[in-house]
């Protein structure tokens, strides 16, 4: 299969509700009942003169739908690990790199250099500090996928059953420059510290049910770091509150990896809440539910890469800013959901006179409910 243009991401599937079939294809995935094993068939090549993603064909039987279902979840979380999507504004193309063929990038002027195992590839930004935005999340993309690259010359604290048996207990000993790696399920409110990065092995992640406590904030710290790999992150407390999951404040720049984060509806996955500083926020990761991304105040660059960001019934928006400062939002690879009523899926609120600079990248915008997919009640200026 051949798939032309600027094609990023497909999935046909028979019968049931799809992954996501957001914008076009670097991948189709079908499945058929035609007998009592259905089949997952994953054929994906991209094609945009530079083969910037390698693929490969394989069929595989299943008993079930519900296992070739699940199968195919799988393979998205796993493939789309995998990799990182940048526009080019002179070409008007998105490109879809392979992050295992990412030798070295760097930028030049208003450009963002990669160099590749087979070529080198400049990429045409706006200017050096959207070509600079789009180096740092080539970087965190490239880290998130590799944990010998992140690791490289961190002193590594374990949090498992054999040593800390907390990651409160191992930030409290770590230093700048350390990595501490997570192998179990947390129940705890953590509070990040500047310098200190964290990994999440599959199977490991933080669940903390509650109605007044955040699963990992910067507390009034200003805090620099990244957390990468396969964390799930929940807090599904019934209770109404706004307590998120990431609550980031102070000048601080976190970058999120993960597989999964689910809270309720009124409960943010990330808060960007800049009131005693500027906030850098950057994801990357595969499913958002629940009230996905929210900011306030003094916020810089809110930069998002997940598959699929809400399910109908499940929250009531995406977007909900409403900064002070001229802010760039990016949201990449995803298809967005909701169902509400009231708030369109993009909700750009702003009660201050400030600019959204907000960059929608391969993505699909849906409102099951009466409202629209992007909603602008207050804006005062939008680019």
């Known amino acids: ?27 189709q995935s079908v499945w058929s009942s035609a007998s009592n094993s259905p089949a997952v068939l994953d054929s994906y090549v991209y094609q945009d003169g530079l083969n910037l993603v390698y693929s490969e064909s394989e069929n595989i039987s299943y008993d079930s739908i519900i296992e070739c279902r699940q199968a195919l979840d799988r393979y998205f979380s796993f493939y789309f690990r995998q990799l990182a999507t940048i526009p080019d504004v002179t070409l008007g193309i998105n490109y ?16 963002l250099i990669i ?25 965190f993309a490239v880290k998130n996928n ?5 690791s490289a010359g961190k002193t590594i604290l374990y949090v498992d059953e054999d040593n800390y048996s907390t990651l409160t207990s191992a930030l409290a000993v770590a230093t700048a420059g350390n990595m501490i790696v997570v192998d179990k399920m947390l129940s705890e409110s953590v509070i990040l510290k500047d310098g200190v990065d964290i990994w999440f092995n599959a199977g490991a992640g933080n669940e903390l049910n509650s109605s007044n406590l ?15 790999g396969l964390g799930v992150f929940s807090n599904n407390e019934n209770i109404f509150d706004t307590n998120p999951l990431f609550h980031i404040n102070g000048n601080s720049t976190i970058n ?11 409960r943010p996955c990330i808060y960007a809440y800049g009131h005693t500083g500027v906030v850098s926020v950057r994801s990357k990761g595969h499913t958002m539910t629940g009230r996905l991304l929210d900011s306030d105040s003094q916020n810089y660059l809110f930069d998002t890469d997940v598959v699929k960001m809400g399910n109908d019934g499940a929250g009531d928006l995406v977007l909900y800013p409403d900064n002070t ?14 169902d509400s009523d009231y708030f ?3 909700y750009l609120q702003s009660t201050s006179v400030s600019i959204y600079d907000l960059n929608l990248i391969n993505t699909r915008a849906e409102n099951y409910g009466t409202s629209c997919s992007i909603q602008s009640p207050r804006m005062k200026h939008i680019q």
Do not use: P, W
């Open 1 to 27: 299969m051949n798939i032309v243009s600027n094609e990023i991401l497909s999935a046909t599937i028979e019968q049931v509700n799809t992954e996501s079939s957001n914008t076009n294809s670097v991948i």
């Open 96 to 111: 879809v790199i392979n992050l295992s063929k990412v030798i070295n990038y760097y930028v030049q002027s208003s450009n």
């Open 115 to 139: 160099e590749l195992s087979n070529e080198i590839l400049s990429i045409a930004c706006l200017n050096s500090t959207h070509a600079t935005n789009h180096l740092n999340y080539l970087d």
């Open 146 to 150: 590799n944990f010998e690259i992140a």
């Open 214 to 228: 955040r699963l990992f904030h910067t507390s009034t710290n200003n805090v620099n770091c990244n957390i990468y």
């Open 256 to 266: 999120i990896g993960y597989q999964g984060m689910n809270t309720t509806l009124t």
């Open 325 to 338: 400062l001229n802010t760039y939002f990016y949201i990449r690879n995803a298809l967005m959901t909701n």
């Open 344 to 346: 369109g899926t993009l």
